[in-house]
């Protein structure tokens, strides 16, 4: 296992880690499988499945070789993430226009409440692993919780900058909860990034950003996971939102590992989904670009994709390179009554989660994916995440709400109630 530059492909191992090259590029991990034995590396994770008190009970740990191989055991700060569900819904498959399965990976189940879960605990392992205590990242929500979560777990501290706008309430309650100191600043997200960037060394910090490479081995586990409960048969496409694009990249990485492992036989097309008003990487696709441009000023309702500056758009790319791959962007409204399927599907989601189901629908609508393959979206965060959107959504005045469920006022009279019931 080596840190291999993705802009000038230097090479570092792993002890050395340094959350950037010296020539400003990200690390990705680079893992020699060559000596893996598929058949026993697969009879091994069957096996797992059935521990319970063990780090191999969890989602991502029951993959540790190919995450990380050589962490030992005493390092593993564990929730028992991953383990979430997978569901064919029959509501959602008619939602989105489609004449096949149509499967949610419910990331939304993880024990923090999004798939931040399935890469913090191998950061947290892997900054425990190097003697740190103290934990940091810059967050619109949902990294902090997590973070602050397994830094809780660890008997560690967690320093959360928080930009002070466009955040989601529930989740910094949730980090607050959790212990965490939370800084909130005048400023933005990339503003945070930049300061601790500077400063971690000496304030003895660990980085627990998306930059941070080992979260994306961990988030690797989720196709990794979708691929073992469907007996190693994975759909046609995998549609996944992008904010920061750490996820897609660890989407990408992990087929990959599939494929040379011969896992599988076929990769699935990844479909990459952005919210229009913070759709960066979209455009630069589109419009055959080959530098990304910020979005000077983004705004989405789906907070979790408001990032205008994604820092890992080069490893992205590498995604749709290698999956034949699309991306689209859907308005907050295709969002938002995306979300209201999706919830009352019974299976639920936070709206970033939704521009999945949403970009399916448009991607059927638009002939770019055939109603005839077979697909499947990834829920990211839990319904519970942003109730200021569920309320909105459903008890407001809001017009754009196209599928509310009104509380019912009514007497406790047998005529009323009975009346509703027939
Ligand atoms: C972080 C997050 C995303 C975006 O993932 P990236 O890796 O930043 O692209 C989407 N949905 C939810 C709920 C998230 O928390
Ligand atoms: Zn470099």
Same mark, same amino acid.
């Given at each position: 296992?080596?840190?291999?530059?993705?802009?000038? %492909?230097?090479?570092?191992?792993?002890?050395?880690?340094?959350?950037?090259?010296?020539?400003?590029?990200?690390?990705?991990?680079?893992?020699?499988?060559?000596?893996?034995?598929?058949?026993?590396?697969?009879?091994?994770?069957?096996?797992?499945?059935?521990?319970?008190?063990?780090?191999?009970?969890?989602?991502?740990?029951?993959?540790?070789?190919?995450?990380?191989?050589?962490?030992?055991?005493?390092?593993?700060?564990?929730?028992?993430?991953?383990?979430?569900? !997978?569901?064919?819904?029959?509501?959602?498959?008619?939602?989105?226009?489609?004449?096949?399965?149509?499967?949610?990976?419910?990331?939304?189940?993880?024990? *923090?409440?999004?798939?931040?879960?399935?890469?913090?605990?191998?950061?947290?392992?892997?900054?425990?692993?190097?003697?740190?205590?103290?934990?940091?990242?810059?967050?619109?929500?949902?990294?902090?919780?997590?973070?602050?979560?397994?830094?809780?777990?660890?008997?560690?501290?967690?320093?959360?900058?928080?930009?002070?706008?466009?955040?989601?309430?529930?989740?910094?309650?949730?980090?607050?909860?959790?212990?965490? #100191?939370?800084? *909130?600043?005048?400023?933005?997200?990339?503003?945070?990034?930049?300061?601790?960037?500077?400063?971690?060394?000496?304030?003895?910090?660990?980085?627990?950003? %998306?930059?941070?490479?080992?979260?994306?081995?961990?988030?690797? *586990?989720?196709?990794?996971?979708?691929?073992?409960?469907?007996?190693?048969?994975?759909?046609?496409?995998?549609? @996944?939102?992008?904010?920061?694009? %750490?996820?897609?990249?660890?989407?990408?990485?992990?087929?990959?590992?599939?494929?040379?492992?011969?896992?599988?036989?076929?990769?699935?097309?990844?479909?990459?989904?952005?919210?229009?008003?913070?759709?960066?990487?979209?455009?630069?696709?589109?419009?055959?670009?080959?530098?990304?441009?910020?979005?000077?000023?983004?705004?989405?309702?789906?907070?979790?994709?408001?990032?205008?500056?994604?820092?890992?758009?080069?490893?992205?790319?590498?995604?749709?390179?290698?999956?034949?791959?699309?991306?689209?962007?859907?308005?907050?409204?295709? @969002?938002?009554?995306?979300?209201?399927?999706?919830?009352?599907?019974?299976?639920?989601?936070?709206?970033?989660?939704?521009?999945?189901?949403?970009?399916?629908?448009?991607?059927?609508?638009?002939?770019?994916?055939? #109603?005839?393959?077979?697909?499947?979206?990834?829920?990211?965060?839990?319904?519970?995440?942003?109730?200021?959107?569920?309320?909105?959504?459903?008890?407001?005045? %809001?017009?754009?709400?196209?599928?509310?469920?009104?509380?019912?006022?009514?007497?406790?009279?047998?005529?009323?109630?009975?009346?509703? !019931?027939?």
């Amino acid at each position: 296992m080596k840190l291999v530059c993705v802009d000038c %492909s230097k090479e570092v191992p792993t002890h050395l880690f340094d959350y950037q090259c010296t020539c400003g590029g990200l690390f990705d991990i680079i893992h020699d499988t060559s000596d893996i034995d598929a058949e026993w590396l697969k009879r091994v994770f069957h096996e797992r499945l059935s521990e319970r008190m063990t780090p191999y009970a969890s989602g991502v740990w029951r993959y540790k070789e190919l995450i990380f191989p050589g962490l030992p055991e005493e390092y593993i700060t564990t929730k028992y993430e991953g383990n979430t569900g !997978l569901y064919a819904s029959a509501l959602i498959q008619s939602y989105v226009g489609s004449n096949s399965k149509v499967w949610l990976k419910a990331q939304s189940e993880n024990p *923090s409440g999004s798939f931040k879960d399935n890469g913090m605990t191998v950061a947290v392992s892997h900054g425990r692993s190097l003697g740190y205590q103290r934990f940091t990242c810059t967050s619109t929500g949902n990294t902090s919780s997590s973070l602050a979560m397994y830094a809780a777990l660890a008997d560690g501290e967690s320093y959360v900058f928080v930009p002070n706008k466009n955040i989601s309430l529930n989740k910094v309650m949730q980090t607050l909860a959790y212990g965490a #100191k939370v800084i *909130s600043f005048e400023g933005t997200y990339d503003d945070g990034i930049r300061f601790y960037e500077q400063y971690s060394k000496e304030l003895g910090l660990y980085i627990c950003n %998306s930059i941070n490479p080992f979260r994306i081995e961990g988030q690797k *586990s989720i196709v990794y996971e979708i691929a073992q409960y469907l007996n190693w048969n994975l759909p046609d496409w995998v549609v @996944i939102p992008g904010g920061a694009l %750490s996820n897609v990249t660890a989407l990408g990485k992990g087929l990959q590992d599939l494929k040379n492992l011969g896992f599988i036989e076929k990769v699935p097309r990844v479909a990459l989904v952005q919210a229009e008003g913070v759709s960066p990487f979209h455009r630069m696709v589109a419009g055959g670009h080959t530098e990304l441009t910020p979005e000077p000023n983004p705004y989405t309702r789906a907070s979790a994709l408001n990032i205008g500056n994604p820092p890992s758009w080069k490893k992205a790319l590498r995604t749709l390179e290698e999956t034949n791959g699309v991306t689209c962007s859907v308005t907050d409204q295709e @969002i938002l009554d995306a979300k209201a399927w999706v919830d009352k599907s019974g299976i639920g989601c936070e709206p970033a989660s939704a521009a999945t189901v949403a970009g399916l629908r448009k991607l059927i609508a638009e002939q770019v994916i055939d #109603k005839d393959e077979t697909a499947v979206c990834i829920l990211t965060g839990n319904m519970l995440k942003d109730t200021d959107a569920l309320q909105e959504y459903h008890l407001g005045e %809001s017009t754009q709400a196209s599928y509310p469920n009104k509380i019912v006022l009514a007497q406790l009279a047998f005529e009323e109630i009975g009346a509703m !019931l027939s």
